[in-house]
């Protein structure tokens, strides 16, 4: 695209335009820079801060330098960063705009470079060729469920995730896309398949509904999760939404009537699915008309992803496991035998950890996640099927449900839910609604209403916080 379309913007980010030329230039200057210091090939190197241009340079920059680009969540404390870096042994470390304690944590065992770090040098020193089996990025998984892992992503694999979403969805040099999903999360799937198509992305620091909206009318598209959807609707000015020709999500579930819901405030807009995750980047995806015709699938597989489910006796309706093998999962988790060989099957495909189904037209429907099944008196049962019912309640903004125990069932299922402004819902009217239309050993035995969920890094609900929360007795539930 730097040859191609060199006067074409590709970031935008306040007053600041970065063309294409300026892109390639200035990451070419930063990666001799890393060179010139000693930067190793493959060797892993950290980067973290808020969103800004020069973070994508960076990013960037580390690869053609033959690096491993390790972006860490801005939002970590000190202790945490250090620990992810530590786990993929960086030293080198690219920071932006971070809290003070964190940049004091890195200062000494650490090589800092601020981001804009030596753009503005030149030189004709040759750059390593890219091999395609070679690392090019590490990708820190949250730790919710134990200690962090990094996955690790090739040249091919990365390249070959961006491919598949570029040529399935709306993608093109004449798309301008909002980013305030932040970057150590969205490069994969936003910024990468926007700048190989030679698109413009206009670069915010975070989310902020009304600077999104503004930002909206200027924009075609944006990439968000189904949390952030939701606030954007209700609260957004729906004139300067409606500029958008088309929407991109992922990361959880979209609850069907916040779907239809976009669709009937805002007709013009498309909405587009896929579903990935951190091990294998897209897998399935869910243009718009496909969700117009069945609005609870994420999608068809990619045309070079093998996918199928593993059935599981204990699940009434035949779901399981999703497995799947693709070109873009990763080439493992980093310096973790043990973890890389457990997520995979026998057969060599990727175990998923999501729980749903595939009909015989192909189409792929979940229901949950391994980790958050709750095994109620032996029975499973799939959390994002009571969540389903709770969204249909009129009363509901957005709904979780997680397991606690039980004496007499081992777990049961509770429903914490935020009500929508100006609805008179109550806690015991919630679980009436569910256990009207569940089946008995579904039926949720408890509910809570909080002001709002608490969230991970990107908006998607945590409901590990949640679990918590109600352990804590933070949440207070009201049992039927």
């Known amino acids: 695209m730097a040859q191609a379309r060199p006067g074409h913007p590709a970031l935008v980010c306040g007053e600041r335009t970065w063309t294409y030329a300026d892109l390639w230039s200035q990451s070419a200057a930063t990666a001799r820079a890393l060179l010139f210091d000693g930067l190793q090939q493959g060797e892993p190197v950290g980067l973290i801060g808020e969103n800004e241009a020069a973070y994508v340079c960076a990013y960037i920059a580390i690869l053609r330098a033959g690096g491993v680009a390790v972006p860490v969540n801005a939002m970590l404390d000190a202790k945490s960063v250090r620990e992810q870096l530590a786990l993929v042994g960086a030293t080198v470390v690219f920071v932006g705009k971070v809290a003070s304690d964190v940049r004091q944590a890195l200062e000494g065992d650490h090589i800092i470079h601020q981001l804009g770090y030596a753009t503005g040098l030149v030189g004709s020193r040759r750059l390593p060729a890219v091999i395609p089996k070679a690392n090019c990025s590490i990708m820190l998984t949250s730790g919710s469920t134990g200690r962090p892992k990094g996955v690790v992503h090739s040249h091919r694999s990365m390249l070959h995730g961006c491919l598949q979403l570029a040529s399935t969805f709306p993608f093109g040099p004449a798309e301008r896309g909002v980013v305030f999903l932040p970057l150590y999360a969205c490069i994969p799937e936003q910024v990468l398949p926007t700048l190989c198509t030679g698109g413009t992305l206009e670069i915010l620091p975070g989310f902020d509904v009304d600077r999104v909206a503004e930002a909206c009318t200027r924009a075609t598209t944006l990439d968000a999760v189904p949390t952030v959807l939701r606030r954007l609707i209700e609260h957004a000015p729906h004139d300067k939404l409606s500029s958008l020709k088309w ?118 429907f979940l229901t949950g996640r391994r980790k958050d099944i709750i095994i109620s008196g032996g ?29 007499r069932w081992g777990e049961t299922p509770v429903v914490v839910a935020v009500a929508r402004p100006n609805q008179a819902l109550s806690a015991h009217e919630l679980v009436r609604h569910c256990r009207t239309h569940l089946s008995s050993f579904k039926k949720p035995s408890a509910a809570a209403l909080v002001p709002q969920l608490p969230t991970t890094g990107i908006g998607k609900a945590d409901k590990a916080t949640v679990r918590k929360m109600i352990a804590d007795g933070v ?6």
């Open 379 to 407: 029975i499973n049962i799939s959390p994002g099927e009571i969540e389903a019912v709770a969204g249909t309640h009129p009363g509901v903004q957005e709904a979780v449900v997680v397991g606690i125990p039980s004496d």
């Open 247 to 364: 929407v991109l999500f992922a990361s959880e579930v979209m609850p069907v009537n916040l779907l239809r819901r976009w669709w009937d405030e805002l007709p013009g807009i498309e909405m587009h699915q896929f579903y990935g995750m951190t091990e294998a980047l897209p897998l399935a995806g869910a243009p718009h008309a496909l969700l117009r015709a069945e609005p609870s699938t994420v999608g068809r597989p990619f045309p070079t992803t093998g996918m199928r489910v593993l059935v599981d006796s204990s699940h009434s309706d035949g779901s399981g496991e999703i497995i799947a093998s693709t070109p873009a999962r990763m080439t493992g988790y980093f310096n973790d035998r043990i973890a890389t060989k457990s997520a995979y099957t026998d057969s060599g495909e990727l175990r998923t950890g999501d729980v749903g189904r595939i009909d015989d037209r192909g189409l792929v």
């Open 475 to 480: 949440i207070d539930l009201v049992f039927n």
